[in-house]
């Protein structure tokens, strides 16, 4: 079973541009997760998404966005980047309904996309 | 508040050894912890997950306990390798500030194998 696939891998931006990141969740999974990874502040969880709803959004200003297709594929808008925007980007996926699971739902974690904003 | 810590921040240790990687939260009400591994500059590999009402689970040469009641995990690895050279990561899962099951993590211990 394929893992989960996040493209592009590599992405370099200058400040006041809008980038688009991509995520595909395992074979059956519904849930997806979002996460920022930074050397400062560590991995910071952005958005979730289970069956095309977002239940839970992370402590973001509102130029971060998100959505998820009824194929569980998820997109991340981030609109007017700047500098404190690079990171490496992490997407998740579970099979079942996190939080709600009994504590079962094992987040997948992909590759991530690393972004640069100049 | 739920806050992750991981000590220590870094540890090397000659091939071989036995070692212990220490986790602990501030908030017992979890569903959830999850180690993690992390290569340079790639994503995250789950090692373990242990719920909560678990105390803990066995991967190969790896061992995962959980205490919630003092709030501390320890990931124990037998026999390292240089292989296991990597960023090890704890990560609970909980209801925090209305938000269900996205994870918390600790700032990870770099760990070191020296063949």
């Known amino acids: 079973k394929a893992g989960v696939t996040q493209t592009p891998r590599y992405l370099i931006k200058t400040r006041g541009q809008q980038v688009t990141l991509s995520c595909s969740p395992i074979?059956?999974?519904?849930?997806v997760s979002w996460y920022q990874q930074t050397p400062g502040q560590g991995l910071q969880f952005l958005f979730e998404?289970?069956?095309?709803?977002?239940?839970n959004k992370g402590n973001f200003p509102g130029r971060f966005s998100g959505r998820q297709f009824s194929n569980s594929r998820s997109e991340m808008n981030v609109s007017t980047l700047e500098l404190g925007d690079s990171a490496l980007y992490l997407c998740?996926?579970?099979?079942?309904?996190?939080?709600?699971?009994?504590?079962?739902?094992?987040?997948?974690f992909g590759p991530g996309t690393r972004l640069t904003v100049l | 508040k739920q806050e992750v810590t991981q000590i220590p921040a870094a540890l090397s240790v000659p091939e071989g050894e036995n070692l212990v990687l220490n986790c602990s939260f501030t908030?017992?009400?979890?569903?959830?912890l999850q180690w993690f591994r992390q290569d340079p500059g790639k994503g995250l590999t789950s090692l373990l997950l242990i719920q909560s009402s678990q105390r803990e689970q066995t991967s190969g040469r790896l061992n995962a306990s959980l205490d919630k009641s003092s709030g501390r995990s320890t990931l124990y690895i037998a026999a390292s390798q240089p292989g296991d050279s990597a960023t090890y990561l704890c990560?609970?899962?909980?209801?925090?500030?209305?938000?269900?099951?996205?994870?918390?993590f600790g700032k990870g211990t770099k760990l070191s194998v020296k063949p």
């Open positions: 998740a996926s579970s099979s079942l309904l996190p939080g709600l699971a009994g504590g079962k739902d094992e987040q997948f």
């Open positions: 908030d017992s009400a979890i569903y959830n």
């Open positions: 998404y289970f069956s095309e709803t977002q239940r």
């Open positions: 990560a609970v899962g909980g209801n925090y500030g209305g938000s269900q099951g996205n994870l918390i």
């Open positions: 074979s059956g999974h519904r849930s």
